[in-house]
Structures are given as C-alpha cells and as structure tokens.
Nanobody, 112 residues
C-alpha cells in the first residue's frame, strides 16, 4: 500500500520560510519522480516542483529562486524548502509520486 504523508505546513509571515516533508512508503522511492503541487482556495491544483530519480528538478515560474525540492533516498522522503514566502503562496500543498499517488495535503498560510 502506497502512503505519502506530508508535514511541516503552518502559519508564517510574509518573507519567512517553511520546509515541507513528505515521508513515503510502498513505492520504489529512489527511482521515482516526486513532486509537490498546491491548491489555493477556489483555484485549480497546480504544479510547484518535481524532482526525478536522477535529481533533475523543475519549478513553476512563481516559485523559481525561492523554493527548492530535494530528496533523501535513505529516508524515502522528499522535501520542499520554501523561502521568501508570499501571500499568494497560501495553499494546501500536496506531495505527489509518479504513478499518480498523492498525500493528504498540508496547509501553508502566509500572513502579512
């Protein structure tokens, strides 16, 4: 059974930082492309970042230069380091694994 469990969300002031974690089980983590998506209230879910098993990363334009995706293949965990947070980064953040597996989401709220 595949499980993706996010943690690390919360309330932060604009300009601050958060690090999201996604612990996985049930997948061949080291070879799998992992990613983060987000969904703001009233909006569609959108891609934030992906990271392949070969450590090739892609980022959505709004987060380039501020967010960093990384992975620990021993811990089978993917991370999203978010710096310089903006009000518009407020959303539920979802962990994703190739094969269309999803976590339950973690809320990130950025306040002014």
């Amino acid at each position: 059974q595949v499980q993706l469990v996010e943690s690390g969300g919360g309330l932060v002031q604009a300009g601050g930082s958060l690090r999201l974690s996604c612990a996985t089980s049930g997948i061949i983590f080291g070879m799998n492309t992992m990613g983060w998506y987000r969904q703001a209230a009233g909006k569609q879910r959108e891609l934030v970042a992906t990271l392949t098993g070969a450590y090739a990363a892609t980022y959505a334009e709004p987060v380039k230069g501020r967010f960093t995706i990384s992975r620990d293949n021993v811990k089978k965990t993917v991370y999203l380091q978010m710096n310089g947070l903006k009000l518009e980064d407020t959303a539920v953040y979802y962990c994703w694994a190739r094969g269309d597996f999803w976590g339950q989401g973690t809320q990130v709220t950025v306040s002014s």
